[in-house]
C-alpha cells in the first residue's frame, strides 16, 4: 500500500509553474484540469487560536479572522479540522523555543522580515476531513477522514482549517473518533522516528527484544508502550507509582517507580536491555547506557536533545556544530563500551501512520485521552499540558463538537 502512494504523493513542482504560468486550466496533453486554487472565494479568513509574539499564557489571542490556508503545491490538502491535541513542544514553542530553526525552515534564504512567523497557530495534531485537494493528490479525495502530525515549521491545528502535504495525511483509523485519532499522530510519529528509524526497531525484530521506556505515562510513553507490545517486546516502564495501573492496562510487562527512590537501582537487577527509549532526559544519560546489553547492538534513544536549544542560544551555525560535536563525542564515548548512544526526533509521515491506523483498527493500538477541551478553552488546554504530569493525551474539539464521538 505504501509503495502506491509513494508514487502518487510525489511533489512535482515544474508541473505546477507550468499551470501557473501557462493556460490555467489546460494542462500541456491537452486535456482540462481543474485550476491550482484555494478554495471557495467567500472563505479568506477562519477561527483560530494565534500568537503575535512569544510568551506565556497571555500570548495566546482567538480570532475569527486568521488568514485561510492556501494550497501551494500540487500534492497539498486542506483539512477541515475537527479535533487537534496539545504536546509539550506547544507550550515550549508558545515560548519562542525553537524559533530559530524554524524560523529558517519557513523562510530559508531569510527574505522575510524579523517576526513574519506571526500571527503563528500552534497545535501539532489534526484529525478531520479533507475539504480540498491540489492537482497531484491521488491518493485522498474530499471528503475523506485523515488524520496527521504537523511539522512544527507549518501553521498548525488550532484553527478551522489546516494546509498539509499528502505525504503527511493518512487515512484516519475507522474505529477512533476524531477525538480520539486526534491524540495519536505526534506522539506516534516520535515514537516511530525514534524506535523504527533511529533505533531499528521492526514488527519482525522485536519479538526477542527487551525495551526499557524511561517515562511511559505520558504522550510518547502510552503510544510507545502499545507499539512494541504489538511487535512483541518485553517492555519495562518507568513511571510515578499511581500511573501504573495506566501502563500495565497498555500491556507493560514490569513496572519500575522512579519516585521510590533513585530509580537506577531497581533497574540495575534486572537483565540488561537491547533498547531504551528515554523521554525524560536530564540526569538519566549518565546511569542508563549501563543497563544495555554490550556488544550487542543495544542502542539508547533519547528524545531529550539540545538541538532547538543550541540554535536559539548560538544561531544556526554556531548551534549546529556545537549540536554536531555533542552527539558525536557523546556517540563515540559510548562506542568504546560497546552501545550505540542516539538522539531521536519527531518525523512526519503518512507512510508511518498509514501502518499505524492499521494496528489501530486491528485493536493493538487504543488512544489514550487524558482530557479534553473546547475549542474555546484552548488557554485551559495550554494550562494543563504546562502543568506535567500528563497521563496520556489531552485534546481539543474545534468543530462538530463531541458529536462525531457519539458515532462510536
Ligand atoms: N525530540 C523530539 O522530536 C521530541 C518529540 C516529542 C517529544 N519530545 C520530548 O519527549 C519527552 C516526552 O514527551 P511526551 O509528549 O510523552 O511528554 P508528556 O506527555 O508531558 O509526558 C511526560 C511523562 O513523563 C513522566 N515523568 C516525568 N518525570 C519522570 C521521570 N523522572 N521518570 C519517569 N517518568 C517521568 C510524567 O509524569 P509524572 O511527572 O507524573 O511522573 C509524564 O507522564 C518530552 O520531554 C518532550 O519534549 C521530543
Redesign the pocket.
Known amino acids: 500500500m505504501n509503495s502506491v502512494r509513494q508514487l502518487v504523493c510525489s511533489r512535482w513542482l515544474p508541473h505546477v509553474s507550468k499551470t501557473l504560468t501557462g493556460n490555467p486550466s489546460v494542462s500541456r496533453h491537452g486535456c482540462r484540469r481543474r485550476q491550482l486554487s484555494t478554495t471557495s472565494s467567500n472563505m479568506t479568513v477562519m477561527p483560530a487560536w494565534v500568537i503575535d509574539k512569544y510568551g506565556g499564557s497571555d500570548v495566546l489571542r482567538f480570532t475569527k479572522n486568521a488568514s485561510f490556508p492556501i494550497i501551494h503545491y500540487p500534492n497539498e490538502v486542506i483539512v477541515k479540522v475537527h479535533a487537534a491535541a496539545l ?3 506547544d507550550v ?1 514553542m508558545r515560548g519562542g523555543y525553537g524559533a530559530a530553526t524554524l524560523s529558517m525552515k519557513r523562510d530559508p534564504l531569510n527574505i522575510n522580515q524579523t517576526g513574519s512567523e506571526f500571527p503563528l497557530i500552534l497545535g501539532r495534531d489534526v484529525s478531520g476531513v479533507i475539504m480540498e485537494c491540489g492537482l497531484d493528490v491521488k491518493y485522498f479525495k474530499e471528503g475523506d477522514e485523515v488524520w496527521a502530525a504537523i511539522p512544527p515549521w507549518k501553521q498548525g491545528s488550532l484553527a478551522e482549517f489546516v494546509v498539509l502535504s499528502a505525504n503527511e495525511v493518512s487515512q484516519k483509523p475507522k474505529s477512533l473518533s476524531h477525538t480520539e485519532a486526534a491524540s495519536i499522530p ?2 506516534a510519529c ?1 515514537a516511530w522516528s525514534a524506535l523504527v528509524n533511529t533505533g531499528g526497531l521492526t514488527k519482525e525484530n522485536c519479538t526477542s527484544k527487551r525495551i526499557l521506556i ?8 502510552t503510544f510507545a508502550i502499545q507499539m512494541l507490545k504489538a511487535w512483541g517486546a518485553h517492555v519495562t516502564v ?3 507509582q499511581n ?1 501504573e495501573r495506566l501502563v500495565r492496562g497498555l500491556g507493560a510487562d514490569h513496572v519500575v517507580d ?2 521510590a527512590g533513585p ?1 537506577e537501582v531497581p533497574l540495575a537487577t534486572l537483565e540488561k536491555f537491547d533498547l531504551i527509549l528515554d ?3 536530564g540526569a ?1 544519560e549518565s546511569w542508563a547506557l549501563g543497563l544495555l546489553k554490550p556488544w550487542c547492538g543495544a542502542k539508547y534513544v533519547t ?3 539540545p538541538f532547538l536549544q543550541n540554535t536559539d542560544m548560538l544561531g544556526i551555525a554556531d548551534g549546529m556544530l556545537q549540536t554536531g560535536v555533542t552527539v558525536a563525542s557523546k556517540a563515540l564515548k559510548h562506542l568504546t563500551k560497546g552501545v550505540h548512544y542516539r ?4 518525523a512526519p509521515s503518512g507512510p508511518a501512520l498509514d501502518d499505524i491506523s492499521e494496528m489501530v483498527d486491528a485493536g493493538q493500538i487504543r488512544a489514550v485521552v487524558e482530557e479534553q477541551f473546547a475549542f474555546s478553552q484552548v488557554p485551559q488546554a495550554f494550562q494543563k ?1 504546562e502543568k ?4 496520556g ?1 489531552t485534546v481539543v474539539q474545534i468543530s462538530g463538537g463531541g458529536g462525531d464521538d457519539s458515532q462510536h
Do not use: D, E, M
Not at 506535567?388 to 497521563?391: P, S
Open positions: 504536546n509539550p513542544i515550549s505526534y506522539v516520535t524511561l517515562g511511559g505515562s505520558g504522550g510518547v510513553g518507568t513511571c510515578s500511573a522512579y519516585t530509580v523521554n525524560v532526559g538519566t528524545l531529550v536533545t538522539w531521536g526526533f519527531f499540558v506535567g504530569h500528563a497521563r493525551k
